[in-house]
């Protein structure tokens, strides 16, 4: 029998309630969208209609159910189902059941139907498109519980409130009979659609023209509301877009300074390509960040899972640590730095104190002779380097070179100390494999 741990199984509701949320965003668009149509227009009454509405109205209302059982709540899934139902009978309860009530189908069941009660069932119907200011609290839970660039959803929604509200008052623009003349090649919802467009753009070229109280007041209304969203678009728009990928446009700042410090210190050409290439390489491939700045925050644990997660493929990489346990990978992965190259760079150098050990992810680099006269190992993915300066605390007996745009790791001597300290047996292990890689050459020596 499979058991699911409770980290599992509240995925697993997190995933559920995803999913329903959007079904049930579809759902309050489409009731956003069709009943001012249904209000305005009469003849909206095809069998489709109803269907939609019908349909519409039994996924709200088992929305209804599902969150008086209190298993959610606003920011997710809520282990205290009593909590969750207070919560949600204090806030959304009351919205949320009026979008469930067919108002439109009501208005148009035998009895009522050609009533006078008629006309005011049908305006009740209106009550359902409240449910729509539901959007923004999802809006503000996803931009907590997704991974999409904030700027991006907020771009999207953006973009739906515009084309929602333009639809709504083209609508409204309908029912004050605005579109009975100007255009009549146009179906009415179209020249009003025309009309509200122009308008909130501010270009109003005049051919559809409001000729009583109430519509010249609607559209004093909707121009006012233009000229607002003119200047919403205009403050808030473009830095939207300049927000889509701040780290980018960080990195080019960085640049443009860098450039302007070599240019003005004088530095040579060659090396200025190098400072260059190095950043550049760094941006492209999201290598060298600072990981231990990034996960400060975060509490022991989860900051242990998440540098093995991201550290595990480098260290099943080295040979050195084929055989440690996992225990040993978790205090490993917590002090992995990640660092780049660029072809060129000497690594280290023969004679420096060794304080660093050098983890290979990606790239290839050369081991020099004594001398540098000469290239005597060329190490790759998984290989490392520099274990015998910093076991035997002695100098660099090599340099190495970078031969190519290389991903690299560094354990420096305070933690790989700490480590060995921490586990005997590993140790053990590494000094086996020092003094076997210092036997085999004298030349390579283990840089």
């Known amino acids: 029998m499979v058991t699911q741990t ?19 965003l579809a759902v309050t668009i489409v009731v956003a969208v069709l009943i001012p149509l249904e209000v305005v227009f009469d003849s909206l009454e095809s069998g489709w209609i109803v269907a939609v509405s019908a349909a519409a109205s039994v996924v709200l209302a088992w929305d209804v159910v599902l969150r008086l059982g209190g298993s959610s709540g606003e920011q997710g899934i809520t282990g205290d189902h009593e909590v969750g139902r207070s919560e949600y009978l204090r806030s959304w309860f009351t919205v949320d059941l009026l979008a469930a009530i067919p108002f439109e189908l009501l208005a148009i069941a035998p009895g009522v139907e050609g009533s006078s009660f008629e006309g005011p069932i049908r305006f009740l119907a209106l009550l359902r498109v409240l449910r729509i200011t539901r959007v923004l609290a999802l809006q503000r ?20 409130w515009i084309v929602l509200i333009a639809h709504w008052i083209s609508c409204g623009w309908v029912a004050l009979d605005g579109a009975a003349a100007g255009h009549p090649e146009l179906s009415p919802y179209h020249q009003a659609a025309y009309w509200t ?10 051919d559809l023209v409001p000729s009583g109280g109430g519509q010249v007041a609607y559209a004093m209304a909707v121009m006012a509301l233009g000229a607002a969203m003119y200047g919403y678009i205009i403050g808030n728009v473009a830095t939207l877009i300049a927000n889509l990928d701040v780290a980018r446009s960080r990195h080019l700042q960085r640049m443009e300074r860098v450039n302007t410090f070599m240019r003005d210190r004088g530095i040579a050409r060659d090396l200025q390509a190098r400072v260059r290439d190095y950043y550049n390489y760094s941006w492209e491939t999201r290598a060298g960040r600072q990981q231990s700045e990034m996960l400060s925050d975060l509490p022991p644990p989860l900051r242990t899972e998440i540098e093995l997660h991201l550290n595990r493929p480098v260290l099943e990489k080295v040979p050195l640590f084929s055989g440690a346990d996992d225990a040993v990978l978790r205090e490993l992965a917590l002090h992995l730095e990640p660092t780049v190259c660029v072809p060129g760079q000497a690594i280290v150098r023969r004679g420096e104190i060794g304080d660093e050990l050098f983890f290979i992810n990606s790239g290839t680099v050369e081991v020099r002779s004594y001398d540098e006269a000469q290239v005597v190992a060329v190490l790759g993915d998984g290989d490392f380097f520099g274990e015998m300066a910093l076991i035997e605390q002695s100098p660099r007996a090599n340099t190495v070179n970078a031969l190519e745009h290389s991903n690299l790791y560094t354990l420096d001597r305070a933690s790989f100390e700490r480590v060995l300290e921490t586990f005997p047996e590993f140790a053990g292990q590494v000094r086996e494999v020092a003094a076997r890689r210092r036997a085999e050459s004298d030349e390579v020596g283990g840089a």
Request: overall charge positive.
């Open 6 to 24: 409770s980290d599992e199984l509240s995925r697993r509701q997190e995933l559920e309630l995803t999913v329903w949320d959007v079904i049930v």
């Open 141 to 160: 839970r996803w931009r907590l519980r997704t991974s999409m660039n904030p700027a991006v959803l907020r771009l999207a929604f953006f973009a739906f």
């Open 197 to 206: 467009i122009t308008t909130l753009t501010t270009v109003g070229y005049g």
